[in-house]
């Protein structure tokens, strides 16, 4: 293909030659330029061999490969038809264009293995709607909850986040501004030129947006949520997993030093991969603002972060989906870390203060907690010594199903949008 060897030093050639193929067509279009000139830049474009090491010094010397491009297709159309070669555009509108194509494929990679990963997390939480865990909140055990919808939780959070990628998709549009950014010497043309422009490559014409660069910031944001909510999802698993609690088991690696020791490899893989997209994508909002019409070194920097940042958001939500096709559920530890009834405390509560009023109350449940303690017996069994207490252990788990179904109804409607 033309240009995959200049492709391999870190441009998308394939882009950029076809932001200058679709802008000379659009200005033969609309009677600026020659066909037979649009003709020949397209061929040229086509038949273009570039030696990678052009674009290298031209950004060495020039702050953008963009020149050594334009000089390398100039080489290969008749001299009549060179001047319309970048006519009315600038580097800028290239690299723009050429990497928001780039980001729309990395965001639909990466919306692919969100929604992969969260097939995995609709089918636990179905699978374990009714199974009833310890909850843990400030990292202490607190009351119930139930697998099912911790699960449906992070199910939750992960279709929000494919929401904020339908939005970013949608923001990516054609740059075409021209040296100052207003259009330039396109004039009146610029915006019918445009919009052709944006109808070939398949993306919105949205206006100049050289100094506006929110949308990059919408890629961004997404690439640091996706990150984010598996850097959430692979922290729970691991704490879940790790031997004291040992409710989550998975498909694990070794150790390169302990015979006894097997890691959780594939989680780790996706904390990994999370934190660096996290740095990445955090760094386009550290970055210093656009001065007048064009940053000097801002915009720039831009794609190495996004790249960087969307390609690890990609690898973390494929890993994280790797750990969850093979999670595994023991139900013997589940049973264990709920053996001390403690989960039930707050419905105990409730039931002393219906029988002895709210003051008396916290009294006896001290008492009972106290009794617990100090002879080692199960919550129950410490209410029945204490106060001759039955304790309510009846739990319905009606409310968090009806809320797991809600969460499920939900991601249907990505599966449909997917599907279609």
């Known amino acids: 293909m033309p240009g995959e060897s200049a492709s391999k030093v870190g441009w998308p050639l394939r882009h950029l030659l076809g932001f200058e193929v679709a802008l000379v067509?659009?200005?033969?279009?609309?009677?600026?330029?020659?066909?037979?000139?649009?003709?020949?830049?397209?061929r040229a474009c086509s038949e273009l061999e570039l030696d990678p090491r052009s674009l290298v010094d031209s950004q060495l010397h020039n702050a953008t490969p963009i020149p050594a491009l334009i000089d390398a297709i100039r080489q290969g159309v008749p001299a009549e038809h060179r001047r319309w070669v970048h006519y009315g555009a600038t580097s800028q509108d290239v690299i723009d264009t050429g990497y928001n194509l780039v980001f729309r494929d990395d965001l639909q990679r990466l919306r692919v293995a969100l929604l992969d990963a969260a097939e995995l997390m609709a089918r636990t939480a179905t699978t374990y709607r009714d199974?009833?865990?310890?909850?843990?909140?400030?990292?202490?055990?607190?009351?119930?909850?139930?697998?099912?919808?911790?699960f449906a939780c992070w199910l939750d959070m992960c279709l929000d986040v494919v929401d904020e990628l339908d939005i970013a998709v949608q923001s990516l549009g054609l740059q075409l501004g021209g040296s100052s950014g207003n259009l330039g010497v396109l004039g009146a043309i610029g915006v019918p030129v445009a919009t052709s422009m944006a109808a070939e490559l398949g993306i919105p014409w949205l206006g100049p947006w050289q100094v506006n660069r929110h949308q990059r910031y919408r890629v961004a944001f997404v690439g640091v949520l996706a990150a984010r909510l598996v850097d959430q999802v692979a922290i729970n698993l691991l704490l879940l997993s790790q031997e004291e609690l040992g409710e989550l088991t998975f498909g694990e690696g070794d150790s390169s030093s302990m015979p006894n020791k097997h890691n959780p490899a594939s989680v780790v893989n996706a904390r990994s991969a999370a934190r660096i997209a996290l740095s990445l994508g955090a760094g386009m909002f550290t970055a210093p603002p656009v001065e007048l019409e064009r940053s000097a070194g801002s915009w720039q920097a831009e794609p190495d972060l996004l790249t960087g940042a969307l390609g690890h958001a990609i690898a973390a939500a494929d890993a994280l989906g790797n750990s969850l096709s093979g999670l595994e559920v023991s139900r013997a530890s589940v049973a264990a870390n709920l053996s001390d009834e403690l989960y039930l405390s707050e419905t105990l509560k409730v039931a002393l203060e219906s029988r002895f009023g709210y003051d008396e109350a916290r009294a006896v449940m001290r008492q009972i907690l106290d009794y617990s303690r100090s002879k080692n017996l199960p919550l129950g069994s410490a209410a029945h010594a204490v106060v001759n207490s039955d304790l309510p252990t009846e739990i319905a788990t009606q409310s968090t199903g009806?809320?797991?179904?809600?969460?499920?109804?939900?991601?249907?409607?990505?599966?449909?949008?997917?599907?279609g």
């Open 402 to 419: 009806s809320l797991i179904d809600q969460t499920l109804v939900r991601f249907q409607r990505y599966r449909r949008i997917s599907n």
């Open 131 to 150: 199974l009833v865990v310890v909850g843990r909140t400030l990292l202490r055990r607190g009351s119930w909850t139930t697998l099912g919808f911790r």
């Open 25 to 42: 067509r659009a200005l033969a279009e609309h009677g600026v330029a020659p066909q037979a000139g649009a003709d020949a830049i397209a």
